[in-house]
């Protein structure tokens, strides 16, 4: 089967054909991948930016956390899922020994391992992942859809340590996936929301056509500007998904006394605080990774009863053989979401 295979400390990713995976282990599922989201995080991992040194360890091994498919087979005890059952995949793995697995914070696991990217994922026709990790998809959700579910988690729970209220005014720093999936999650909490992107036309038209308020473009104003004027003061809440440490200090020079900014981007930078001042202003920083159980499903909840509006997030889809190009897409600023379909997948697409 063909796969995009991360096997060089270096920029870039393979195609390559592999066998395909074996039956699978006990508790573990074979899914057959119906589509699978480009991630910020493969982005990282493809152009090999600081922080992902981790990998070198794992390699080769397919990329992909972000995807959807139909359960092709089961492993021995696995009892919870059957062939033919159409999941998605958190694809955190905890170690299962640590005293943050013992306290049911799985997301806190320091031994976690992540489909994709410590292990094979899903830029390939099938994935075998622990069934635990897995979850049915919602009556009448397409499985484009759903490809969209853990992206989406991701930004629920960065709204949810964020902890935004009926109310808050918010501030999301960057319109890409996360930070518009985010705004999106705030503003169904009930929070004024305004997202804050900077040459970022296309993808501001995209956040206003799905129902995104108040949208700025910072090459017109300064944050500053644009967040009083939204808001008639401060923001109480800010969120940063940008990856850029410079977005941190704007999103904290426009935060409340205080109020909380979380920080939910990935960065290759540092952070130059003024703590003095951070500690009059009793503003608080807080950081969101990954996902919770709890947060998960709730993304599930979103994407059934929101289906048609956040399917407007998928702007492209290219078929696997065409990996290359679509990630020098995704690496662009006029796309949002591209996924990735296997032969079988894009097949299907095609004849529709």
Same mark, same amino acid.
């Given at each position: 089967m063909?796969?995009?295979?991360?096997?060089?400390?270096?920029?870039?990713?393979?195609?390559?054909?592999?066998?395909?995976?074996?039956?699978p282990?006990?508790?573990r599922?074979t899914v057959a991948?119906?589509a699978?989201?480009?991630?910020?995080?493969?982005?990282?991992?493809f152009?090999?930016?600081?922080?992902?040194?981790?990998?070198?360890?794992?390699?080769?091994?397919t990329l992909?956390? /972000?995807?959807?498919?139909t359960?092709?087979?089961?492993?021995d005890?696995?009892t919870?899922l059957?062939?033919?059952d159409r999941?998605?995949?958190?694809?955190?793995?905890?170690?299962?020994?640590?005293?943050?697995?013992?306290?049911?914070r799985?997301?806190d696991?320091?031994?976690?391992r992540?489909?994709?990217?410590h292990?094979d994922?899903a830029?390939?026709?099938?994935?075998v992942?622990?069934?635990?990790n897995?979850?049915r998809l919602?009556?009448?959700?397409?499985?484009?859809?759903?490809?969209?579910?853990?992206p989406?988690?991701?930004?629920?729970?960065?709204v949810d340590v964020?902890e935004?209220g009926p109310g808050?005014?918010?501030?999301?720093l960057?319109?890409?996936p996360i930070?518009?999936?985010?705004?999106?999650?705030a503003q169904?909490?009930?929070a004024?929301?305004?997202?804050?992107?900077?040459d970022?036309a296309?993808?501001?038209?995209?956040?206003?056509?799905?129902?995104?308020?108040?949208?700025?473009?910072l090459?017109?104003?300064g944050?500053d500007?644009?967040?009083?004027r939204?808001?008639d003061?401060?923001?109480?809440r800010?969120?940063?998904?940008?990856?850029?440490a410079r977005?941190?200090?704007?999103?904290?020079?426009?935060?409340?006394?205080g109020g909380?900014?979380?920080v939910?981007?990935?960065?290759s930078?540092?952070?130059?605080?003024?703590?003095?001042?951070?500690?009059r202003?009793?503003k608080q920083?807080?950081a969101a990774h990954?996902?919770t159980?709890?947060?998960?499903?709730a993304?599930?909840?979103?994407?059934?009863?929101?289906?048609?509006t956040?399917?407007?997030?998928?702007t492209h889809?290219r078929?696997?053989? /065409?990996?290359?190009?679509?990630f020098?897409?995704?690496?662009s600023?006029?796309?949002?979401?591209?996924?990735l379909l296997?032969?079988?997948?894009?097949?299907r697409?095609t004849?529709?």
């Open positions: 063909l796969a995009l295979r991360k096997a060089t400390a270096a920029f870039g990713a393979d195609l390559v054909h592999v066998d395909a995976p074996a039956a282990g006990t508790g599922v991948v119906a699978a989201g480009i991630c910020g995080s493969d982005i990282h991992a152009e090999w930016t600081p922080g992902y040194g981790f990998m070198t360890a794992f390699m080769p091994v992909g956390h /972000e995807f959807s498919g359960v092709r087979a089961v492993g005890g696995v919870a059957a062939v033919g999941v998605t995949c958190w694809p955190t793995v905890p170690c299962g020994a640590c005293a943050a697995c013992a306290a049911a799985p997301q696991c320091q031994g976690r992540i489909v994709g990217l292990a994922g830029f390939a026709d099938q994935v992942v622990p069934a635990d897995c979850r919602p009556d009448g959700l397409p499985l484009t859809v759903a490809a969209l579910a853990e989406l988690a991701v930004a629920v729970n960065a964020a935004v808050d005014r918010v501030a999301v960057g319109p890409g930070g518009l999936c985010i705004a999106f999650v169904q909490r009930g004024d929301v305004l997202l804050a992107g900077l970022d296309a993808r501001l038209d995209l956040a206003r056509r799905i129902g995104i308020r108040h949208t700025v473009d090459a017109d104003i944050l500007d644009a967040v009083r939204a808001f003061g401060e923001a109480d800010v969120v940063e998904a940008t990856g850029s977005s941190v200090s704007d999103g904290l020079a426009v935060l409340r006394s909380v900014m979380v939910a981007g990935i960065h930078g540092s952070l130059d605080l003024d703590l003095t001042g951070f500690v202003s009793k920083l807080r990954d996902t159980a709890r947060a998960f499903d993304a599930l909840a979103l994407l059934a009863a929101h289906a048609g956040l399917a407007a997030l998928i889809r078929p696997l053989a /065409e990996a290359g190009a679509a020098e897409l995704a690496r600023r006029q796309a949002m979401k591209v996924l296997p032969e079988a997948a894009a097949s697409e004849e529709r």
